[in-house]
Protein backbone atom coordinates (compact mmCIF):
# COMPACT_ATOMS: atom_id res chain seq x y z
CA UNK A 1 0.00 0.00 0.00
CA UNK A 2 1.86 2.91 -1.20
CA UNK A 3 1.59 6.65 1.11
CA UNK A 4 1.13 9.92 -0.34
CA UNK A 5 1.53 12.84 0.88
CA UNK A 6 -2.01 14.91 2.06
CA UNK A 7 -2.13 17.89 -0.35
CA UNK A 8 -2.14 21.13 1.64
CA UNK A 9 -5.81 22.00 1.66
CA UNK A 10 -6.10 18.31 3.31
CA UNK A 11 -3.05 18.67 5.71
CA UNK A 12 -4.57 22.25 6.91
CA UNK A 13 -8.09 20.34 7.51
CA UNK A 14 -7.00 17.24 9.22
CA UNK A 15 -6.10 19.10 12.47
CA UNK A 16 -9.62 20.48 12.52
CA UNK A 17 -11.61 17.12 11.44
CA UNK A 18 -9.78 15.41 14.93
CA UNK A 19 -10.70 18.17 17.00
CA UNK A 20 -14.51 18.24 15.28
CA UNK A 21 -14.83 14.49 15.49
CA UNK A 22 -13.35 14.36 19.18
CA UNK A 23 -16.14 16.84 20.09
CA UNK A 24 -18.71 14.85 18.96
CA UNK A 25 -17.64 12.12 20.63
CA UNK A 26 -17.55 13.47 23.79
CA UNK A 27 -20.66 15.45 23.29
CA UNK A 28 -22.49 11.94 22.33
CA UNK A 29 -20.82 10.66 25.75
CA UNK A 30 -22.07 13.25 28.03
CA UNK A 31 -25.89 12.60 26.05
CA UNK A 32 -25.78 9.16 26.98
CA UNK A 33 -24.33 9.17 30.60
CA UNK A 34 -26.82 12.28 31.10
CA UNK A 35 -29.82 9.39 29.83
CA UNK A 36 -28.66 6.85 32.10
CA UNK A 37 -28.41 9.14 35.01
CA UNK A 38 -31.90 10.63 34.43
CA UNK A 39 -33.16 7.03 34.20
CA UNK A 40 -31.84 5.62 36.93
CA UNK A 41 -33.34 8.58 39.15
CA UNK A 42 -36.21 8.35 37.63
CA UNK A 43 -36.25 4.19 38.78
CA UNK A 44 -35.48 4.66 42.02
CA UNK A 45 -38.34 7.42 42.88
CA UNK A 46 -40.53 6.72 40.66
CA UNK A 47 -39.87 3.09 39.62
CA UNK A 48 -40.25 -0.33 41.17
CA UNK A 49 -37.59 -1.62 43.94
CA UNK A 50 -36.37 -4.40 41.49
CA UNK A 51 -33.23 -5.48 42.85
CA UNK A 52 -34.27 -6.21 46.21
CA UNK A 53 -32.64 -9.50 47.50
CA UNK A 54 -35.29 -12.56 47.54
CA UNK A 55 -36.38 -14.93 49.93
CA UNK A 56 -38.46 -18.38 49.23
CA UNK A 57 -41.46 -18.54 51.81
CA UNK A 58 -43.49 -21.93 52.14
CA UNK A 59 -47.70 -21.35 52.98
CA UNK A 60 -48.38 -24.72 53.18
CA UNK A 61 -47.77 -26.54 49.91
CA UNK A 62 -47.72 -22.89 48.20
CA UNK A 63 -44.37 -21.23 47.10
CA UNK A 64 -43.84 -17.53 47.31
CA UNK A 65 -40.86 -15.98 45.78
CA UNK A 66 -40.60 -12.62 48.13
CA UNK A 67 -37.86 -9.55 47.69
CA UNK A 68 -37.59 -8.14 51.11
CA UNK A 69 -37.74 -5.16 52.28
CA UNK A 70 -35.57 -4.40 54.81
CA UNK A 71 -33.97 -0.91 54.80
CA UNK A 72 -36.00 1.73 55.97
CA UNK A 73 -35.96 3.38 51.98
CA UNK A 74 -37.21 -0.34 51.28
CA UNK A 75 -39.99 -0.13 53.75
CA UNK A 76 -41.18 3.26 52.60
CA UNK A 77 -41.52 2.91 48.87
CA UNK A 78 -42.34 -1.18 49.37
CA UNK A 79 -44.36 -1.64 45.98
CA UNK A 80 -45.39 1.76 45.74
CA UNK A 81 -45.69 2.75 41.50
CA UNK A 82 -45.95 -1.48 40.47
CA UNK A 83 -48.68 -1.92 37.44
CA UNK A 84 -48.56 -5.59 38.00
CA UNK A 85 -46.99 -8.30 40.16
CA UNK A 86 -46.28 -12.17 39.20
CA UNK A 87 -48.81 -14.07 41.39
CA UNK A 88 -46.35 -16.25 43.36
CA UNK A 89 -44.38 -13.34 44.12
CA UNK A 90 -44.53 -11.16 47.09
CA UNK A 91 -42.93 -7.97 49.51
CA UNK A 92 -41.44 -9.25 53.41
CA UNK A 93 -41.06 -6.14 55.35
CA UNK A 94 -38.85 -6.76 58.27
CA UNK A 95 -38.54 -4.93 61.15
CA UNK A 96 -35.99 -4.77 63.76
CA UNK A 97 -38.14 -5.40 66.59
CA UNK A 98 -41.69 -6.66 67.13
CA UNK A 99 -43.94 -3.58 67.01
CA UNK A 100 -47.75 -2.66 66.36
CA UNK A 101 -47.30 -2.28 61.98
CA UNK A 102 -49.42 -0.49 60.48
CA UNK A 103 -49.61 0.14 56.38
CA UNK A 104 -51.03 2.07 53.60
CA UNK A 105 -51.18 2.62 50.12
CA UNK A 106 -50.39 6.02 48.96
CA UNK A 107 -48.74 5.71 46.00
CA UNK A 108 -49.14 1.92 45.65
CA UNK A 109 -51.56 1.14 42.44
CA UNK A 110 -52.24 -2.97 42.90
CA UNK A 111 -54.70 -4.51 45.07
CA UNK A 112 -53.03 -5.80 47.66
CA UNK A 113 -53.45 -8.08 51.18
CA UNK A 114 -51.34 -7.45 54.27
CA UNK A 115 -50.32 -10.49 55.89
CA UNK A 116 -48.66 -9.78 59.37
CA UNK A 117 -46.41 -12.45 60.53
CA UNK A 118 -45.25 -13.61 64.39
CA UNK A 119 -41.49 -14.20 64.58
CA UNK A 120 -42.07 -18.04 64.13
CA UNK A 121 -44.55 -17.09 60.74
CA UNK A 122 -47.93 -17.49 62.34
CA UNK A 123 -50.19 -15.03 60.56
CA UNK A 124 -51.62 -13.15 63.13
CA UNK A 125 -54.05 -11.47 61.16
CA UNK A 126 -54.87 -10.42 57.27
CA UNK A 127 -55.85 -6.98 55.90
CA UNK A 128 -56.92 -6.48 52.28
CA UNK A 129 -55.81 -2.80 51.33
CA UNK A 130 -57.55 -0.25 48.53
CA UNK A 131 -54.89 1.01 45.99
CA UNK A 132 -54.06 4.51 46.65
CA UNK A 133 -55.62 5.09 49.71
CA UNK A 134 -54.29 6.75 52.96
CA UNK A 135 -56.49 3.94 55.31
CA UNK A 136 -54.34 2.71 57.94
CA UNK A 137 -54.01 -1.57 57.88
CA UNK A 138 -52.42 -2.41 61.47
CA UNK A 139 -51.11 -5.40 62.73
CA UNK A 140 -53.57 -7.11 65.85
CA UNK A 141 -50.38 -7.43 68.42
CA UNK A 142 -46.78 -6.51 67.55
CA UNK A 143 -45.01 -8.28 64.73
CA UNK A 144 -41.36 -8.00 62.73
CA UNK A 145 -43.20 -9.07 59.65
CA UNK A 146 -45.79 -8.17 57.11
CA UNK A 147 -46.22 -9.76 53.58
CA UNK A 148 -47.88 -7.80 51.35
CA UNK A 149 -49.31 -10.55 47.98
CA UNK A 150 -51.84 -9.87 45.61
CA UNK A 151 -55.45 -8.78 46.83
CA UNK A 152 -57.23 -12.67 46.90
CA UNK A 153 -54.13 -14.61 47.02
CA UNK A 154 -54.41 -15.80 50.19
CA UNK A 155 -58.16 -15.83 50.23
CA UNK A 156 -58.15 -18.24 47.05
CA UNK A 157 -55.61 -20.93 48.77
CA UNK A 158 -57.48 -20.91 51.81
CA UNK A 159 -54.72 -19.24 54.13
CA UNK A 160 -55.89 -17.63 57.14
CA UNK A 161 -55.00 -16.14 60.50
CA UNK A 162 -53.53 -18.90 61.91
CA UNK A 163 -51.61 -20.25 59.52
CA UNK A 164 -48.13 -20.89 59.28
CA UNK A 165 -45.39 -19.37 57.07
CA UNK A 166 -42.15 -21.23 56.50
CA UNK A 167 -38.81 -19.94 55.64
CA UNK A 168 -35.51 -18.82 56.34
CA UNK A 169 -36.68 -15.57 58.35
CA UNK A 170 -39.14 -17.80 60.69
CA UNK A 171 -36.62 -20.05 61.74
CA UNK A 172 -35.23 -19.87 65.59
CA UNK A 173 -31.97 -18.48 65.83
Request: charged content about 20%; overall charge positive; some cysteine.
Amino acid sequence: MAMTAPSPATAALAPTHRVARRTVSSVAALLTLLGLLFAGSATAQDGPQLNLRRVELTAGMHRIDAQVAQAPQERQIGLMHRKEMPQHEGMLFVFEQPAQQCFWMKNTLLPLTAAFVDDDGTIVNLADMKPQTLDSHCSDKPVRYVLEMNQGWFAKKGIKAGAKLGGTPFKRQ
